[in-house]
């Protein structure tokens, strides 16, 4: 079956997503990010199907997230390591992790804890606004369109009534409630 692409949407979730919305991706990153670099060290850590892995490695690498680096010759084997833009994505793993240990750790609680070197304590992923340090909540954001948005679709009724001014995310039109 043929997969979906959103590589074109104007929107930068649905993009991340095109590279990144399965879980082998997420993991497979998570475990370069752990430490792990080696294709048989991912298939022991993960127990992921060879040919799955092959091709999330591959797609990471295409996307510029991991690179390939020889560290032996004779066959050939490759580390996978975390490239500038794979280790920014790493804000995004600390903010699924949080979530996940709010809502699905139980009652044993979270199932790893990060901890911030510089000034020595456990800690969790926060999202918040760049210029008052505030947390985001939906409730209290808007959307509008940015300078990336395609021209052709702003005259569409839809698009002007989803970025209108004063708009907060969350706000159903009355005809879906």
Not at 61 to 81: F, K, M, T
Not at 98 to 108: N, V
Not at 122 to 140: I, M
Not at 153 to 164: I, M, N
């Amino acid at each position: 079956m043929k997969r979906t692409s959103f590589d074109t949407w104007p929107c930068s979730i649905a993009r991340t997503a095109d590279i990144l919305g399965d879980a082998w991706s997420l993991l497979v990153l998570r475990e370069v990010f752990y430490g792990e670099s080696r294709f048989d060290g991912f298939i022991g850590s993960l127990g992921i199907a060879r040919n799955t892995l092959t091709d999330r490695l591959r797609r990471l690498e295409s996307e510029g997230l991991l690179r390939r680096q020889a560290y032996q010759s004779d066959p050939v084997r490759h580390a996978y390591l975390l490239t500038d833009k794979g280790r920014d994505f790493f804000g995004v793993l600390a903010a699924i992790n949080a979530w996940g240990d709010r809502w699905l750790a139980g009652d044993e609680g979270a199932p790893v804890v990060l901890r911030h070197t510089p000034c020595d304590h456990d800690t969790e992923a926060r999202v918040v606004c760049s210029s008052c340090g505030e947390p985001l909540r939906h409730q209290d954001m808007a959307a509008r369109t940015g300078p990336g948005y395609p021209a052709r679709l702003l005259d569409d009724p839809a698009v002007r009534e989803r970025f209108a001014p004063g708009r907060s995310l969350g706000d159903a039109r009355a005809d879906q409630a």
